[in-house]
């Protein structure tokens, strides 16, 4: 078997038993701070809190429609977005004829938009046929 070295031996285990009562008395006693201590981190406290601020805050001066641009992504994903929803409406509003045939084979009945009746205004946007 080998030896252990790392446990105190004779004389140093004698010492280390004799701070026991002082660690022990360590323990139950807690110090509490001074008053000036804690006046001069309270002071200190006090001088490092942010000063409210004197004024309201101002406004944008940039018009609502500019920030609302810049919350969508700029003007570039306007454009885009812009883009799709031409697109989207033309080919729902005038369907070329694989998609009408595809929306058929989809339903299992032929599929018709019928705009006119309720609002006029898509009248002119809708193709003949």
């Known amino acids: 078997m080998t030896e252990r070295n790392d446990l105190p031996s004779g004389a140093e285990r004698e ?53 609302a641009l810049s919350a969508f992504g700029g003007w570039q994903a306007v454009t885009g977005l812009v883009t799709a929803t031409v697109a989207g409406l033309w080919l729902g509003l005038s369907p070329p004829a694989a998609v009408a045939g595809l929306a058929e084979g989809l339903w299992s009945q032929p599929v018709a938009l019928e705009l006119t009746d309720q609002y006029e205004i898509f009248a002119d946007l809708l193709g003949e046929g």
């Open 15 to 67: 010492d280390a038993t004799s701070l026991d009562p002082f660690f022990a008395a360590m323990k139950t006693r807690t110090p509490a701070p001074g008053e000036d201590l804690m006046a001069r981190i309270l002071a200190d406290a006090d001088r490092l809190q942010p000063a409210p601020p004197a004024f309201a805050p101002r406004r944008s001066l940039r018009p609502r429609w500019r920030e």
